[in-house]
């Protein structure tokens, strides 16, 4: 096993990572990225936006979030299924933390660890996956610069 502070130090690289990711997203109201990493390896990303062959726009004329937005949990988990990698005993690095419905998505693919980097408003998504047993690690944005 990795040493606290050696791991918290890959935490700190991959949600950095996952938060430049996240600049992929064309939504205006917040742009999110995920990293879904197993053994040391990147195996998926993701960032919030619409399905393949949409167009790159995420909110209505009212400002709000379109009903088929995908979150960046969804696409880099569902990226997975088309790829030879699977998700079991992974960590998933996000720069929000996850929905009730992602959740769902982190528990069914197998993840033990989720590392996410802000608060929502809600909470519910995270009560879920502590219920479901999963690691879930709170890294502060502050606490994100890493110290050389």
């Not at 419905?101 to 033990?112: D, P, R, S, V």
Request: proline letters at 2%; one cysteine or more; aromatic letters at 6%.
């Amino acid at each position: 096993m990795e040493s606290n502070d050696k791991q918290r130090k890959l935490d700190h690289r991959y949600l950095r990572m996952a938060r430049i990711w996240a600049e992929n997203s064309y939504c205006q109201r917040r742009q999110v990225g995920a990293l879904v990493v197993k053994n040391k390896m990147i195996i998926s990303d993701g960032y919030n936006g619409t399905p393949s062959g949409f167009e790159n726009v995420c909110e209505n004329e009212d400002g709000l979030t379109k009903p088929y937005v995908l979150h960046a949990e969804a696409n880099a988990i569902t990226k997975l299924a088309r790829s030879s990698n699977n998700s079991d005993g992974a960590t998933i690095y996000i720069t929000a933390s996850p929905c009730i419905e992602c959740a769902k998505l982190i528990i069914q693919a197998g993840i033990k660890r989720v590392v996410y980097g802000e608060k929502y408003r809600l909470d519910d998504g995270i009560r879920l996956l502590e219920r479901a047993g999963i690691e879930v690690v709170y890294m502060e944005v502050e606490q994100q610069a890493e110290k050389k």
